[in-house]
T-cell receptor, first 111, second 112 residues
Framework: KQEVTQIPAALSVPEGENLVLNCSFT??????LQWFRQDPGKGLTSLLL?????REQTSGRLNASLDKSSGRSTLYIAASQPGDSATYLC??????????FGTGTRLTIIP | EAGVVQSPRYKIIEKKQPVAFWCNPI?????LYWYLQNLGQGPELLIR????????DSQLPKDRFSAERLKGVDSTLKIQPAELGDSAVYLC??????????FGSGTRLTVV
């Protein structure tokens, strides 16, 4: 069964710190991996998309890495800000073109 | 570009009543998805369309849920009759092959 797991379920860090969110998946035959942000009561905002042939993508203070062989991806957030507080979701498109989400990591940045 | 547009934003109905959600995907995106998201959970796929064809509806509860995508553009998702357990956020997304997914703001359904 193709599964996506995100640990921890919740994380609190002081403002200004760098942090890493983790995502693991059970099938290395993936098409791409996408990180989303979701604010309470809102839809999903795409942060970064990594194709299966890529190893990382960067956007501003965000950097996402992909290691297919180990079935892992990380989202690195530099110099965290209170506005970064949200739930971060990892989603994997497996080879059968099915997009599967993790349950997310709820991030709280403490001012 | 308007993005993926969904309506209504919120809907409250009594159980056993019908309800419908509408989605307008990004222009040129052939693939359209309907997802269901329960509180504290990740979205789960209900149905995927390639143009007007439903290519994956294995997770759609067909006894009460139906969907259509006429002309391969807009889509509607219907529940009839609604049950208390259907209370959730219904998300629509679209994509073009090789690109990522773009989600709408979702419809929050409350069944009372």
């Amino acid at each position: 069964k193709q599964e996506v797991t995100q640990i921890p379920a919740a994380l609190s860090v002081p403002e200004g710190e760098n942090l890493v969110l983790n995502c693991s998946f059970t099938d290395s035959a993936i098409y791409n991996l996408q990180w989303f942000r979701q604010d309470p009561g809102k839809g999903l905002t795409s942060l970064l998309l990594i194709q299966s042939s890529q190893r990382e993508q960067t956007s501003g203070r965000l950097n996402a890495s992909l290691d297919k062989s180990s079935g892992r991806s990380t989202l690195y957030i530099a110099a965290s800000q209170p506005g970064d507080s949200a739930t971060y979701l990892c989603a994997v498109t497996f080879g059968n073109e099915k997009l599967t989400f993790g349950t997310g990591t709820r991030l709280t940045i403490i001012p | 570009e308007a993005g993926v547009v969904q309506s209504p934003r919120y809907k409250i109905i009594e159980k056993k009543q019908p309800v419908a959600f509408w989605c307008n995907p990004i222009s040129g995106h052939n693939t359209l998805y309907w997802y269901l998201q329960n509180l504290g959970q990740g979205p789960e796929l209900l149905i995927r369309y390639e143009n007007e064809e439903a290519v994956d509806d294995s997770q759609l509860p067909k006894d009460r849920f139906s969907a259509e995508r006429l002309k391969g553009v807009d889509s509607t998702l219907k529940i009839q009759p609604a049950e208390l357990g259907d209370s959730a956020v219904y998300l629509c997304a679209s994509s073009a092959r090789g690109d990522g997914y773009t989600f709408g703001s979702g419809t929050r359904l409350t069944v009372v």
